[in-house]
């Protein structure tokens, strides 16, 4: 079944605006990741969270995980043209390890020059 | 070398087979297998361990797969049906010293007719 479930939103954002997508999920998680697809192009991994971290960083992205209302946050700060792409979120359950991760159903983002 | 994944695009009709291959990462033996429709996320489809299915995803009998000694790998899928028109993604994983991030192909894309 699958576990992450972005709200499926169409951002349009200006060059330098900042960028914010969910994903919720509905059981427990070992880790939770962000992929970035260009158009029907192979998925790019951005950052894992495991399920014992709350914040992390990674360049101009930060990713949030709150456990307990089964939901994660990404942000790409000063975004720029090139970040013009679709973003999945996807869980990765107990005990881990496995690599079979359920996928939601991503958040489509353009950035206007 | 990175994933890749033979052929980029094809057409077929409905009731026909087909096999796509992924040449995995060097260094990984874990091949997973994605099926991506049009506007969705990836769905897990199976996954490889040393030339072993290692869990299935949610699809049927008629979804196949194999994984050879070099740990290349094949998806076969039989009596294609309009709804099996998607994107088909391979990715490759470290059995060992596992992150837990996926290293995808950039996919063979499937149309039914």
């Known amino acids: 079944s699958q576990q992450g479930e972005e709200d499926p939103q169409a951002l349009s954002i200006q060059e330098g605006e900042n960028a914010t997508m969910n994903c919720s999920y509905k059981t427990s998680i070992n880790n939770l990741q962000w992929y970035r697809q260009n158009s029907g192009r192979g998925l790019v991994h951005l950052i894992l969270i495991r399920s014992n971290e709350r914040e992390k960083h990674s360049g101009r992205l930060r990713v949030t995980l709150d456990t307990s209302k089964k939901s994660s946050s990404l942000l790409i700060t000063a975004s720029r043209a090139a970040d013009t792409a679709s973003y999945f979120c996807?869980?990765?359950?107990?005990?881990?390890?496995?690599?079979?991760?359920?996928f939601g159903k991503g958040n489509q983002v353009v950035v206007i020059p | 070398a990175g994933v890749t994944q033979t052929p980029r695009y094809l057409i077929k009709t409905r009731g026909q087979q087909v096999t796509l291959r992924c040449s995995s990462q060097?260094?990984?033996?874990?091949v997973s297998w994605y099926q991506q429709a049009l506007g969705q996320g990836p769905q897990f489809i199976f996954q490889y361990y040393r030339e072993e299915e290692n869990g299935r995803g949610n699809f049927p009998p008629r979804f196949s797969g194999l994984q050879f000694p070099n740990y290349s790998s094949e998806l076969n899928v039989n009596a294609l049906e309009l709804d099996d028109s998607a994107l088909y993604l391979c990715a490759s994983s470290p059995g060992q010293g596992n992150t837990g991030e996926l290293f995808f192909g950039e996919g063979s894309r499937l149309t039914v007719l």
């Open positions: 060097s260094g990984h033996n874990t």
């Open positions: 996807a869980t990765d359950r107990p005990p881990g390890g496995n690599n079979r991760l359920a």
